[in-house]
């Protein structure tokens, strides 16, 4: 992990002197490289382990949760790829992500989801933006507010989702989502005209039902 972040502050004084116009802070840089990649696999953790949840939720017969589950999975895969773009784009290259989760029940499952959301939310993304921003890397600052803004939106869908199954309520949840292509906004219900984060326009959403 030293020797990581060590190859990592090279990485960002290389690109400090060709890349980047304002001068940014190395150390700062180095540490938003470190967090972009730590964001990828989290994400493609995330993705695989939604897609697994809604696979189970169906099995149960949970069938609105599974679409959450599915829409949220899409998302997750969109913010990994954003993350993985932005690497690209610092000349670093993404390591192949095996994720590890375990499946419960589908409301042993809401509640690990919402625990997730919940870090990424309140810590993660807060201090990934905060030091994306002091590095001066905006492509990453855009790839982290994008998935921050969406987790928020997760969290509380999920949050929802598990107050209707307490209350055996579930046919009260979406039947559809629409998620955005480009951010991974997530809409319960038909897509908006544009994206309420990345303004992206309805025909770029893909719908889950
Ligand atoms: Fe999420
Ligand atoms: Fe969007």
Redesign the pocket.
């Known amino acids: 992990m030293k020797k990581r972040f060590i190859t990592s502050v090279f990485v960002a004084i290389f690109l400090s002197g060709f890349v980047f116009a304002a001068n940014p802070n190395p150390m700062a840089l180095a540490k938003t490289i470190d967090n972009l990649k730590e964001a990828f696999k989290g994400e493609s953790t995330a993705s695989a382990k939604y897609a697994a949840y809604a696979k189970k939720a169906k099995q149960e017969g949970h069938n609105n949760i599974a679409l959450l589950f599915e829409a949220a999975s899409k998302s997750e895969s969109i913010h990994a790829n954003n993350h993985k773009a932005a690497l690209q784009e610092l000349g670093v290259k993404t390591d192949k992500v095996d994720p590890k989760f375990d499946v419960k029940s589908t409301k042993d499952n809401l509640q690990d989801a919402i625990n997730g959301e919940s870090y990424e939310v309140s810590t993660m993304y807060p201090e990934f933006l905060k030091t994306a921003n002091d590095a001066n890397v905006n492509i990453a600052t855009i790839s982290f507010n ?1 998935a921050f803004q969406t987790e928020k939106k997760h969290k509380e869908l999920y949050k929802n989702a598990l107050n209707q199954l307490n209350n055996s309520n579930e046919n009260s949840l979406a039947k559809q989502y629409s998620v ?1 292509t ?4 997530t809409y319960d219900g038909p897509a908006p005209n544009r ?6 326009p309805k025909d770029r959403f893909v719908t889950i039902k």
């Open positions: 994008y955005c480009t951010c991974g906004n994206c309420g984060i990345s303004m992206t």
